[in-house]
Structures are given as C-alpha cells and as structure tokens.
C-alpha cells in the first residue's frame, strides 16, 4: 500500500514538473501570493513568524505570503506536505526539521537555494556564503555536501530550573551537572515540596531522547539503521520510567507538561532553549536555565534541533517570491526579532556579536546562553533514510508511550521496534 502511493506520488511531482501550464498564485489585487508552512505555536514563536510576515505584507507592493501553522510539529508538517503532493499541489516555502531533512529529499519536489539564486537572482550569489559559516551549512545537506535548504531554526535541549523550589528544597545554587544528579535532585525536591522533579519534553517527536540516548554511548540511528536497543539506550528509557514510576518525575502531553512547570509544579524541565521566551514571560517565579546534564563519565552529545528552510514552489514567478521573503528572514534585524521571540540560535553570521543584532540582547538575557555554549557539542538530529522516515519516526513515539505510558518493558519494547525499523528500511532498500 505505502509503495504504490509513493509510486502515484511519484508520478504526480514528474507531472507536475513537467507541466508546462502551471500559473502562478495570485491575489486580488495582483500580488504573487506564496504559503509559508511552519510549526511554530503562540508558545514557540507563532507571534514572531506573524509579526514577521505581516512587516514583509505591509512593505512590499509584489509578494503577498500567508503563513500556515502545522500541528505535531515536524512530522505533521511533513503528513499535510504528502497530502498536497498526493493532489498536486504544493505551499512555497516550508520548514523542514532536521529529523526529516532525508525524507524530504527523497519524497518531495524542490529547489535547492543554489539554483534559484543561479536561475532567479544571480546578483545574490555570494548571499549563503556571507551569511552562513560551513559547519552551519552541513546540517541542511545532504550526504553528498549538496544544499537542501537553509538553516533557519536552531536549537539546543537545556535544562530550566525554577529557583524557588530548588531553594524550597534545600538544593539553592546546586544545580546538576549529570542525569544522575537530576534524578538525586527530583527525589529532594518529591520529598521536600511535594512537587514534581522533572518533566522531559515529549512532543510529536523523540529529540530530547535522542540527545540523552546520544549522550549515554548509543546511537538513535548509525549507518542508516535503528541502533538504539543496546545497552545504551535501555538505560535512558529505563530512567525515565524508573522515575515517573516513583513519581519524581511527571509524565503527561507536552503542553500540559511544560505548562505544570509555568505553574511552578516541577523544578526542571528538559526542552528546547527555543522555549526560554515564552517561560520567561509567564513564569511567576526565579528561573534560569543551564547546559543540557551529561552522563557520569560520558561525553555531552547535542542534536541540532529546529528546521530549515525549503522552497518547494513550482513556478519561476512564485521561486522568485520565495526567494525574495527567505532573504527577508535573513536580515540582521529579522533573525534577531525570530530569536529573541522564541529563543532559537541565530543561525546566521554577525547577528550574535552585532551592536543591530543580539549583542545586548544576549547580554541581559542568561537564559540563551547555555544554549550557544553548547553549540560546540552540536550533531545532526538522526534523519531515517528514504521513504521510511515518517514511519520510523512514528514507530519512536509509539515506544515512548508504551514505555512511558503502558509501562510496558523496557528491553523487549526497544528490541521489537528497532527490528521492525529496520526490517522495513530494508524492505525498502531491496525494492
């Protein structure tokens, strides 16, 4: 069944390139009209990519964008982009996350910022080469060097703290250095104050438990296959079952999750910096944030999170607009807006250390600066290959709940779903 849609989809996209027909999107009043598709909520940036665009709308006379927000984060915007594709048709400019950069590769139409720039705008040639250093570059390549889209949102997993009940609980200015701290910590802050220790993020998504997976000596994905049933990876799920068994630790929806911690009902949470913003602003007590734990006697491993941008707009006219509001977001003073509204790391250079950018932003907000810190310990978020990446990451979630929710054992849950990944990348490499 999965094959002979991607066999229909495939068909679809060559006959959608082939068409000679294809008319530009245009509003009433003549106006290139683009979709911009993004994940960003009210709580990740969701006012900041509408402030953004409205600006753009309101000061130029040609190019009209209508952003769309897409729920469950990556994978959802990955699941409505197969939708359109499957009826032919196609927003202009999209966030990729990282965990998907492969997928989309393989299942979608687009165009690579080098071509428009070479087709579109030959006046902006040396653009991505003043605006992003190399090693930012690799994370939205392929694994032959060649540029996909453009890095956009990136992030690292920090740990926020809530002052008050550290102090509550005796731990004041003791923050923890490892996971075997945090989990010492949370049993305090149970016994002390009655509340929750932690509660680690757990949206559409397995980053958080690829950064600690990572981190422990194993792998999410290594040479293009499942690896994460080993004992590296028992040890990570196991954790956090341990935990949320005894109750140090809450398990719940994301955002239920992550709003206990606003209320001040958990003394960390483990979640992307690009939350530092929205708890900032809604927390009613002290709170800081510091480097994401390590292991005891292992190495810190960070998975880039965020997207990148792509264009997937069909014709010449709507590449061109595209373009035109990609460059746009990458203006000094936008990527400074874009972070300091959700808490992202500039992707761009000169925006950190400039007077017009981040500069004295970064100087009064301590919140941010873990984040940057660790950049050094950045990885690629684990990308599936090919066609299976939505189902593997699907079949992650399903074992984070079966864990986490149903209890359900560690090792054998692990075991039977790395095998069946990786039965069904196989399925589709001999295919």
């Given at each position: ?135 930012m570059l690799k994370i939205a390549q392929d694994d032959n060097g060649k540029q996909i889209g453009l890095p956009y949102s ?62 422990n000596g194993s792998n999410i994905v290594k040479n293009n296959k499942a690896h994460f049933a080993n004992k590296g990876g ?198």
């Open positions: 069944m999965r094959k002979a849609f991607l066999l229909i989809l495939s068909l679809i996209l060559i006959l959608s390139a082939c068409s000679n027909n294809e008319k530009p999107k245009k509003t009433s009043d003549g106006k290139i009209k683009i979709e911009y598709w993004h994940v960003n909520a009210e709580t990740q940036g969701g006012k900041s990519v509408k402030k953004l665009v409205n600006n753009f709308n309101k000061n130029n006379k040609n190019i009209y964008v209508e952003e769309k927000f897409n729920p469950d984060m990556y994978k959802g915007l990955m699941q409505n982009l197969q939708s359109e594709a499957a009826g032919g048709r196609s927003p202009d400019v999209v966030q990729v996350g990282w965990a998907f950069k492969n997928y989309f590769k393989d299942n979608f139409q687009y165009t690579s910022p080098d071509k428009i720039i070479q087709k579109v705008s030959p006046k902006d040639k040396n653009f991505i080469k003043n605006h992003f250093d190399s090693k990136v992030s690292t997993p920090v740990l926020f703290i809530n002052k008050d009940i550290f102090k509550q609980a005796g731990l004041e200015n003791k923050y923890p250095r490892t996971w075997e701290d945090v989990k010492k910590y949370s049993e305090v802050i149970k016994k002390k104050t009655k509340k929750y220790g932690l509660f680690i993020q757990e949206p559409a998504d397995s980053w958080a438990q690829q950064a600690m997976i990572d981190s028992y040890e990570v799920y196991q954790y956090m079952q341990n935990m949320i068994n005894d109750k140090t630790a809450l398990h719940t929806n994301d955002e239920q999750g992550q709003q206990n911690f606003i209320n001040g009902n958990v003394g960390m949470l483990f979640t992307t910096v690009a939350k530092q913003t929205h708890i900032s602003e809604n927390a009613s007590f002290n709170v800081t944030s510091i480097e994401m734990p390590k292991w005891e006697g292992k190495q810190r491993k960070v998975p880039a999170g965020g997207a990148m941008l792509a264009i997937t707009a069909k014709t010449e006219e709507e590449k061109k607009a595209s373009w035109e509001f990609m460059k746009y977001l990458y203006r000094v003073e936008n990527v400074s807006e874009w972070t300091k509204g959700t808490g992202y790391v500039p992707p761009t250079k000169n925006v950190i250390n400039n007077p017009k950018g981040l500069k004295n932003y970064i100087q009064k907000n301590q919140m941010i600066k873990p984040a940057i810190k660790q950049m050094n310990h950045i990885e690629p978020w684990a990308s599936f290959p090919d066609a299976t990446g939505l189902d593997s990451e699907q079949k992650l979630l399903d074992m984070r709940d079966q864990i986490l929710s149903e209890g359900a054992p560690v090792k054998k849950t692990m075991n039977e779903t790395e095998n069946s990944i990786n039965l069904e990348i196989n399925n589709n490499n001999n295919n």
